[in-house]
């Protein structure tokens, strides 16, 4: 069936440093990919997403491409800031949203 | 605040209670969705709704949920003989059209039950 394996947390970073949150799916077709992203206190947001091979989602400075050969869909930023701290969740959708376990990023001054 | 709202927030029961929670979507959104997530996992798809029909229901779904929208705007979702097993976030989305759209994420209603 369909599912995502996500990154394992939590990943701790210093501010200013670059970020990867790694993301592999199984899944039968061509699903569309999505980083939601749960800021302390918040409901869940969407981030980005990319609905067929090779596209690229961005917002807020994060990066992520649909990489259908290595079925990956890899989160990236190149500086994380404080506020960048949160949960991170990789989905798919194929009839309806499978999610990661999600990742919990700390970034500290 | 337009936003998808959930009530109540924080729900705490003894086991074998029911409890009903209820989800306001973003007005005029078609499709509403309700998840669940337990700790330290992502959330997981219980059912949706598009308009007063409801389409789709997992298998996490046992024969204690029950979910209606029977007007096509806020939705209930019911849980009979509550077990300690359903502690978990009650999570509530919406979108508007088909295909891939948004969803809209709620607060969530917390549910302990001891």
């Known amino acids: 069936g369909d599912s995502v394996t996500q990154m394992e947390g939590p990943v701790t970073l210093s501010e200013e440093a670059c970020l990867t949150i790694n993301c592999t799916y199984t899944a039968t077709g061509y699903p569309s990919l999505f980083w939601y992203v749960q800021y302390p206190g918040e409901g869940l947001q969407l981030l980005l997403k990319a609905t067929k091979a090779d596209d690229k989602g961005s917002n807020k400075g994060f990066e992520a491409t649909y990489r259908k050969e290595t079925t990956s869909f890899h989160l990236e930023k190149g500086s994380v800031q404080v506020s960048d701290s949160a949960v991170y969740f990789c989905a798919l959708r194929a009839n309806n949203l499978f999610f990661g376990t999600g990742t919990r990023l700390t970034v500290i001054p | 605040d337009t936003g998808v709202s959930q009530d109540p927030r924080h729900k705490i029961t003894k086991r074998g209670q029911n409890v009903t929670f209820r989800c306001d979507p973003i007005s005029e959104h078609n499709r509403l969705y309700w998840y669940r997530q337990t700790l330290g996992q992502g959330p997981e798809f219980l059912t949706y709704?598009?308009?007063?029909?409801?389409?789709?229901k997992s298998r996490l779904l046992s024969d204690r949920f029950s979910a209606e929208r029977p007007k096509g705007s806020f939705s209930t979702l019911e849980i009979q003989r509550t077990e300690q097993g359903d502690s978990a976030m009650y999570l509530c989305?919406?979108?508007?059209?088909?295909?891939?759209?948004?969803?809209?994420f709620g607060p969530g209603t917390r549910l302990t039950v001891l």
């Open positions: 709704f598009q308009n007063e029909a409801q389409l789709e």
């Open positions: 989305a919406s979108s508007n059209g088909q295909g891939i759209v948004e969803q809209f």
